[in-house]
């Protein structure tokens, strides 16, 4: 081979191999950690914030849910009152007031403009929040949109002073940018904390709207009273119907079943007990020193062992004890149920329903996690009204909620759709066209309460189709049915005895008229005993009752 294409090569090779060292010099430079802020702002359609009109909902949305937790957390009757203002085409201003504790001056810049900043990822109870993500999310948004601080009034003492604060995100560092601050005497009348937010958004009156939102809030919440200002100017009033919270529910611990490999390395790692007897009852639930015991001689370790001394294949033995050890189910007292009672009240006093049922499930499991079902079925009166352009029932009304929250989104892919689909209605009264949601008078309510809702997204708007909580929903959507098409037979009973009394009325006294003077009678004779004798008349009151 010639000399010079031998050293044009070697030339060319040498080329190459400095062009791939310089790149991955250049790439290394490149490579940077992102902020969880800095994720979020480009990325913010993951947490809800996907179109103007979603937007607008999903900030109410979060600050009422915030609201509702203080004052609850607290044990205060909430009152709330939330104002939407329109300030020019597609740019909205929204204030949300609340009457809770208040927040303490060094908490407020971490709590509204950081996110995953809270007290509720790491603690296993009932909460509307979860991810300390939700209120910073919107208050990001309100930046990134239009460029406003948010601002946020704070009174924790009643006779205290206002803390004010206007605060923006810095999203490269996920930390708070404090633009100003002042303590003022006349900022709010009581305590509680006040938001108020410049944004893009859009406003509308249907389903996905900010006025259907607070209207289930206040179903699922009867111990609130909500107020309300669209923001075309409509004023709403939402009372409430009891002057008593429902129960606070309790932190309880993790339980075995519901444990990864991976969360119990880390546990592992990070627990102060000196044993695995110590670790086991201390770090979960349902485990006294027998079943430690027990599993410790399934995974062929001794009760002393230091947990952060355990190898792979130790602490893989470990878990699959705990899976094999007969254990009680976590404790439900981390619940806290609106109850059917309430619920029957809250749903009756927004819908005016000739027929309302409610069932509350006994509580159940999923991943070890406990989660309760809640259902409500409401039937006639005004909902007999709505009929679509051929004159035939619309689709059932489904209100979704989580944890005292109203889902208005993402239905398709939830498992409360799901399982109101899998349920053959017709059998229960209504019209329903195969695996679908049925039609008819009715509006269902089904509500999930849990220490840890399954959402499907960050935006929270859908729960995972876990087996568990679909046959939950299912059976406790079956025993609504079942009473409503009592109801539904009844009715139809009262209609066909309402029939026969009008026709008895209108004939029984010409018969008797032409009996008597056939017969020559003269006597006086009364219809009405006649007419008892063959009208259920328990049936026609029942009718006028409804």
């Known amino acids: 081979m010639d000399p010079n294409i031998i050293k044009f090569i ?48 999903t900030v109410v949305k979060e600050a009422v849910d915030n609201a509702l937790d203080a004052c609850e957390e607290a044990n205060i009757l909430p009152d709330i009152d939330v104002d939407i203002k329109q300030l020019e085409e597609n740019r909205y201003q929204v204030t949300v007031e609340d009457n809770g504790p208040g927040i303490l001056r060094e908490q407020i810049p971490k709590i509204f ?15 509307r929040g979860q991810q300390g993500i939700g ?55 009581h305590t509680g904390t006040k938001i108020i937010m410049i944004l893009e958004g859009k406003y509308i009156q249907r389903y996905h709207s900010a006025d259907e939102y607070l209207k289930q809030t ?21 009372p409430r119907v009891i002057n008593k919270l429902s129960k606070r529910p309790k932190e309880i611990k993790p339980h075995p079943y519901g444990v990864e490999l991976g969360i119990l390395i880390r546990m592992l790692k990070n627990t102060k007990s000196r044993n695995l007897s110590g670790f086991l009852q201390n770090e979960f639930c349902r485990i006294g020193s027998t079943s430690s015991e027990e599993i410790c001689r399934l995974a062929a370790l001794k009760p002393e ?77 005004e909902l007999k009204e709505k009929k679509n352009e051929e004159g035939k029932s619309d689709q059932v009304k489904v209100m979704r909620f989580a944890n005292k929250i109203p889902l208005l989104y993402e239905p398709s892919g939830c498992s409360i759709t799901k399982s109101i689909s899998s349920i053959k209605w017709r059998r229960y009264g209504l019209e329903q066209s195969s695996g679908s949601i049925p039609r008819g008078p009715a509006i269902i309510a089904v509500h999930i309460a849990s220490a840890w809702v399954p959402y499907t997204s960050e935006s929270k708007e859908s729960i995972a189709n876990y087996p568990e909580i679909i046959k939950e929903m299912k059976l406790a959507l079956q025993d609504c049915a079942r009473k409503m098409l009592r109801h539904i037979r009844k009715q139809t009973k009262v209609k066909r005895e309402t029939e026969r009394l009008n026709i008895f009325e209108s004939y029984i006294p010409l018969i008797i008229e032409n009996a008597k003077e056939l017969a020559e009678v003269k006597t006086k004779i009364d219809a009405k005993p006649i007419i008892d004798k063959v009208i259920k008349k328990d049936l026609i009151e029942y009718g006028k009752k409804r």
């Open 10 to 57: 070697i030339f060319y090779i040498g080329v190459l191999m400095t062009d791939k060292i310089k790149t991955a010099v250049e790439m290394a430079k490149e490579q940077r950690a992102i902020s969880v802020a800095e994720f979020f702002e480009k990325n913010r359609h993951l947490l809800g914030f996907d179109n103007p009109t979603k937007s607008l909902l």
């Open 113 to 127: 403009a950081k996110l995953l900043y809270g007290s509720k990822f790491h603690r296993l109870r009932q909460s």
């Open 135 to 189: 209120i910073s999310s919107s208050v990001l948004y309100s930046q990134l949109t239009t460029g406003y601080p948010a601002v946020i009034y704070s009174k924790p003492k009643a006779k205290g002073k206002t803390h004010v604060f206007h605060l923006k995100i810095d999203t490269i560092k996920n930390e708070p940018e404090i633009i100003k601050e002042d303590l003022i005497d006349d900022g709010m009348k």
């Open 218 to 238: 206040a179903i699922v919440n009867p111990w609130a009273h909500i107020t309300y200002k669209s923001p075309i100017g409509e004023k709403f009033d939402f």
């Open 305 to 381: 062992d230091n947990p952060k001394n355990l190898d792979h294949k130790a602490q893989q033995n470990l878990i699959k004890a705990m899976q094999r050890v007969k254990l009680m189910r976590p404790p439900t007292d981390c619940l806290s149920p609106i109850g059917d009672k309430l619920l029957e009240q809250g749903i009756s006093k927004e819908i005016n329903a000739e027929f309302v049922t409610t069932i509350t499930r006994e509580p159940s499991v999923y991943r070890g996690i406990p989660f309760q079902i809640e259902a409500g079925l409401a039937y006639g009166g």
